[in-house]
């Protein structure tokens, strides 16, 4: 079943790239292998890409190479940005609530079959 990923800021222009990453919340019902997402950006379909990859962690281990790569930013400055996206969330523990770090490719939309192919 598709879900929408939806994005506010294409961080670091990553959704005009083919593959792409994206930090969210823990959840394994949602992010996983195989997963394929509408992605949206602003209410607009930027198109459908499958999860290759999810790997998760807490928030302090976000490292410079997984900060720059997703959103531009240092280790430091991407994770006070995530502090700031869930503020009003007063459950999150940020000692022990994981994120999901997830690599997704875009789906090739199917070419239509060609008399000179």
Known sequence: MEQNLSFTTNWNGKLNCSC????????????FAGA???????????????IIQVNYFTI????????RIDTGYSATECQKMIKEMYKNNP????????LDFCLLEYQKEAKSPSLFS
Do not use: S
């Open 36 to 50: 394929v997402m509408n992605i949206i950006l602003n209410g607009q379909l930027k198109g459908k890409a499958v």
């Open 20 to 31: 792409f990453t994206t930090l969210r919340l823990h959840n394994h019902e949602k992010y």
């Open 91 to 98: 459950r999150i523990n940020w000692k022990t609530q994981l």
């Open 60 to 67: 302090e281990k976000i490292n410079e190479f997984v900060a």
